[in-house]
């Protein structure tokens, strides 16, 4: 059973529509990170949401981490061909003593079609 | 800023052989993490470092897998003796380590192993 739960697994859009990809757990964190990674490559930091509620943007990217801190949304409006790649979220559990130790989820791959 | 380097990029082996990955965290990184990436398990985390101590090593899968930080600026990964089933990408990854729940994490481009 995985900590982070992603879902859904594979989308695949043509370019210009609007996706969400979703992280959820049972388990509160203190913080919330989303990567992304390309094939070949290691995964590269996006964003990282540490408030419950807290909605950032990063161009065409929304991330909000939800109200309880056990999940957290991507919003990709108008996407394109560019953005396609593994998104990962990523967390620290809140109250743990593993200071550093983040948790993975299984990833979302995201294929934008022109 | 060269970034975290991992080396070699590819290693094909034979099951048995001793098998050793590489990696140079970026300058002034006082965290070192490996991680491990399979379809099936994701990205797992195997162990970390602060200040070249290991903090955590709770995910190496079993004895035959150890990690050594001699230095600020190196470290490594051994399987001795490797098996079919530890064909992964291994990533090494640093950080600050300023003890915040928000470090940001670089990591390197990975290691592809195949153990045949």
């Known amino acids: 059973t995985q900590l982070l739960e992603q879902s859904p697994q594979f989308l695949s859009i043509q370019e210009g529509e609007n996706l969400t990809v979703y992280c959820n757990s049972s388990s509160v964190f203190s913080s919330l990170q989303w990567y992304r990674q390309e094939p070949g490559e290691g995964p590269v930091l996006l964003v990282t949401?540490?408030?419950?509620?807290e909605v950032k943007k990063l161009k065409r990217l929304t991330f909000q981490f939800g109200d309880a801190r056990k999940d957290s949304s991507l919003h990709i409006t108008a996407a394109q061909t560019g953005d396609t790649g593994l998104y990962l979220c990523a967390g620290v559990r809140a109250g743990g003593t593993s200071y550093g130790k983040l948790t993975f989820g299984q990833g979302t791959i995201l294929t934008v079609h022109p | 800023d060269a970034g975290v380097i991992q080396s070699p990029r590819h290693e094909v082996t034979e099951m048995g052989q001793e098998v050793t990955l590489r990696c140079k965290p970026i300058?002034?990184?006082?965290?070192l993490f490996w991680y491990r990436q399979t379809m099936m398990r994701g990205l797992e985390l195997l162990i970390y470092?602060?200040?070249?101590?290991?903090?955590?090593d709770s995910g190496m899968p079993e004895d035959r897998f150890s990690a050594k930080m001699p230095n600020a600026s190196f470290s490594t990964l051994k399987i001795q003796p490797s098996e079919p089933r530890d064909s992964a990408v291994y990533f090494c990854?640093?950080?600050?380590?300023?003890?915040?729940?928000?470090?940001?994490?670089?990591f390197g481009s990975g290691t592809q192993l195949s153990v045949l």
């Open positions: 990854a640093s950080s600050q380590g300023l003890r915040r729940t928000n470090e940001k994490l670089f």
């Open positions: 949401v540490v408030t419950g509620g």
């Open positions: 470092f602060n200040n070249n101590v290991p903090i955590d």
């Open positions: 300058s002034g990184h006082n965290s």
